[in-house]
């Protein structure tokens, strides 16, 4: 299959792209290079792999990118509620111009997943969200991702993945996850200081979400035109459950502090049964992640 990935160089696209050319898959990255490209580097000489440097809400670089694909992994945008607040106008150019260029420029028969967030749950703390709950997204970042759902639906041949947030080393490394910035944090700091430490927060390993976009290609059929959380039903935890396990780890010192908040107010369960039924279950659990990010946390600057 052809596949082109936006945003491909990113932490979900360095770990995703070389893994759909261990499938045999032709894959052409369309990235804008935002924060480099050095995470596809071990791809370049590989004969399936092309890149397009470009942005998304440009017309003339997404049609480039579309010849003759397949399929579509839609990846690229400013992520997270604290790039988004830092620039607004740019994350509502890509998150929300940009898929809807994608939306417009794509032939019907080009099949097209996208990358949303279980934030668009908003805050829900009395229950464990499945794709029935009502989505009511509370910061600009879920709320370009939520408009973004409806339009790919509405243009149909698409699949959304509701991810939750992930964690693990992956070739371009983001240490501002959450798991992976305590882990940067324990490692390289020796203390780790956790606000709003009962809340919950719903985690994948970031391998788990290449392979579920794996899965999702080679299933199609019995997958489109619907939505998926995709996420580990076992990591399920909250804040000082996740501090706890980082803190037998490395022995660094926790203090629990109540002198900030979160942008989101995220606290939440997700219940990942649907996704399963069909066949995908993540399989990375906590402990495997956190042994190779405390090795990362050396490496990077
Ligand atoms: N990482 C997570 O925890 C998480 C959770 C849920 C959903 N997601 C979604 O998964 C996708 C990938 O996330 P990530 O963690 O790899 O993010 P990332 O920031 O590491 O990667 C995003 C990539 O998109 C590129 N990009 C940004 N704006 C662009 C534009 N206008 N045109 C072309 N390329 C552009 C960047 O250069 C970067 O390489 C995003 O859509 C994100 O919303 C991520």
Excluded at 220 to 239: F, I, R, T
């Amino acid at each position: 299959m052809r596949v082109l990935v936006t945003g491909g160089a990113g932490y979900v696209g360095s770990t995703l792209v070389p893994a759909l050319l261990a499938e045999g898959h032709h894959v052409r990255v369309l990235d804008r290079l935002r924060a480099g490209g050095e995470g596809l580097l071990s791809c370049c000489g590989h004969a399936g792999f092309e890149m397009v440097v470009g942005d998304v809400c440009d017309e003339r670089a997404v049609a480039e990118a579309l010849r003759g694909v397949d399929a579509i992994v839609h990846l690229a945008a400013v992520v997270g509620e604290p790039a988004c607040a830092g620039e607004p106008a740019q994350a509502w150019m890509t998150n929300v111009e940009g898929t809807s260029t994608l939306v417009k420029l794509r032939q019907a028969g080009q099949s097209l997943l996208f990358a949303s967030t279980g934030s668009v749950y908003g805050k829900v703390t009395d229950a464990v969200c499945t794709e029935a709950t009502s989505v009511d997204p509370n910061t600009r970042y879920a709320k370009a991702k939520a408009l973004g759902e409806q339009m790919v639906l509405d243009a149909g041949n698409a699949v959304v993945y509701r991810f939750a947030t992930a964690f693990g080393v992956s070739q371009r490394l983001r240490t501002d996850l959450l798991v992976n910035d305590f882990v940067y944090k324990a490692v390289r700091q020796g203390y780790l200081v956790v606000y709003q430490p009962g809340f919950r927060r719903t985690l994948v390993h970031v391998r788990d979400m290449a392979r579920s976009i794996v899965f999702a290609l080679g299933n199609w059929h019995g997958l489109a035109d619907d939505v998926y959380n995709v996420g580990n039903a076992e990591l399920n935890l909250s804040k000082a459950a996740i501090a706890g396990a980082i803190a037998r780890r490395t022995e660094c010192y926790v203090h629990f502090a109540e002198f900030a908040t979160d942008p989101d107010q995220r606290d939440y369960a997700v219940s990942y049964r649907k996704i399963e039924d069909k066949g995908f279950t993540a399989e990375v659990d906590l402990e495997t992640g956190l042994a190779e990010l405390c090795g990362a946390a050396r490496l990077v600057p």
